[in-house]
Structures are given as C-alpha cells and as structure tokens.
C-alpha cells in the first residue's frame, strides 16, 4: 500500500531530467559493482545517498528500473563499438571498392578485437563486462530480453563482419560462419578471463585468436572460401 502511496504522491511532481539521469548513471554504476537481477532497493538508495521513496518516483518501480539498467547496458555496449562497426559496414558498402579486400577487412576486425580486450581490462571495463555477462546469460531464459538485448548483441556484430567479409570475395554462408566464430572466440574468451581473472596464458590464448582471424578470413574469401564449409551448400 505504502509504494502505491508514494507513486500516486509523485504522479503531480515534475521529474527532474538530469536529476534522473545521474540517479540511472549511479544506478548503473551500482549494479556493475554489485550485481544487476539480484539488486534491492534500500542499499542502492543508501549508497547514492538518497531514498527508496525518490527512486521509485523516478523510476516507478524496481522492475522497471532494471529494465532501463538492461537497456542503458545495451546503448552503452553498442555505442562503445560504434566507430568500429561502421567502419566495418563501410567495407561492404561497396563491393568495388579496394578497401574491400581480405587484408583490410582482417585488420579492422583485428584492431576492433584487440581494443574491445583492452578495454575489458580496465576497472570500468571489467565491472561492465561481468554485468554484460550476467544480462546475456538471464537472456538465455527470458524470450523477452532475448529479442532486446541478446539478438542485438550479437547480430550487431556478426552481421557487419559477415557482410565485410563477403564483399571481400567470400561466399554469404562462409562469410557468416566466420563472423560468428570470430564473436564467439572473443566473448569466451572474455568470460574465462572473468572467470580466472586477468592470466598470461588467456590474455596468449586472446592474442592467438586474432591471429587466427587472418588465417579464417584468408581461408573464406580464397578459391570462393575453399576449405571453409559453407551452412547454405
């Protein structure tokens, strides 16, 4: 009864945009610290020093606040990789073009996964990548958060790797195995990184991994991707 109370009282109050947007910033902060899917209300307004009644005015509810945690996660991610995506969608822009050919699209993809591994490896970057982990994996069972955010996450990036990497002479099934093994090397690589903590042989067997992307990508768009089976043949 008494959070229906404090939500009719804040229905007349004007919302105080950037008072909202730092209270989201400092939840979010707070859940990469703590953990997101297991958060509670009382703690986190104690640690931004302000009270459950206020962040259920801003916010309307727990729920509702970790769905915009969720989503802020999502933007968040994405926007960190802008740069390199579109670089990557501007190599398949024009299949004419001389910058796709199999040796640019293997060094961008490469710079991208090797600054996405530095950037992992900072404070800020680890505390948001394990939050990052714990949403993909709750994705897994929830058909809701799977379509926001698990399907972006990765088609956002498989996509214009696989697209690249056609336009640079591989075939679309070839081209699309490829991307998505290259995603899929990187983020578990990433997990068992969190899982062992920062460690000489992941952080070799990450540097062996992009490596191997010249050697994929080299494979794929040679003699029409001979030696790579291609799921559409």
Not at 135 to 164: G, H, K, S
Request: net charge negative; with cysteine; glycine share 6%.
């Amino acid at each position: 009864m008494k959070q229906v109370e404090y939500k009719l009282a804040g229905m007349g109050r004007h919302k105080d945009v950037e008072r909202r947007r730092a209270l989201l910033e400092g939840c979010c902060a707070y859940a990469e610290e703590q953990g997101l899917f297991g958060l509670t209300l009382r703690p986190l307004a104690d640690r931004l020093e302000t009270s459950t009644r206020n962040l259920l005015h801003h916010f309307g509810s727990r729920e509702n606040l970790i769905v915009e945690i969720v989503d802020r996660t999502l933007v968040t991610h994405l926007a960190a990789s802008r740069d390199l995506l579109l670089r990557i969608r501007d190599l398949s822009a024009d299949e004419s073009s001389p910058s796709a050919t199999a040796a640019h699209v293997t060094a961008v993809i490469s710079q991208g996964l090797e600054m996405a591994w530095a950037e992992a490896h900072t404070p800020d970057g680890r505390r948001r990548t394990a939050m990052f982990f714990e949403i993909y994996a709750a994705a897994t069972r929830d058909p809701e958060l799977q379509q926001t955010f698990l399907v972006p996450v990765v088609t956002e990036w498989v996509d214009p790797m696989a697209a690249a990497i056609e336009a640079a002479g591989a075939s679309p099934g070839a081209a699309r195995s490829v991307a998505s093994r290259i995603l899929a090397a990187h983020r578990g690589l990433l997990l068992e990184d969190l899982a062992l903590g920062c460690n000489v042989a992941t952080d070799a067997a990450h540097r062996d991994a992009v490596l191997a992307v010249r050697t994929e990508i080299s494979r794929a768009t040679s003699s029409g991707g001979e030696g790579v089976h291609d799921p559409a043949e």
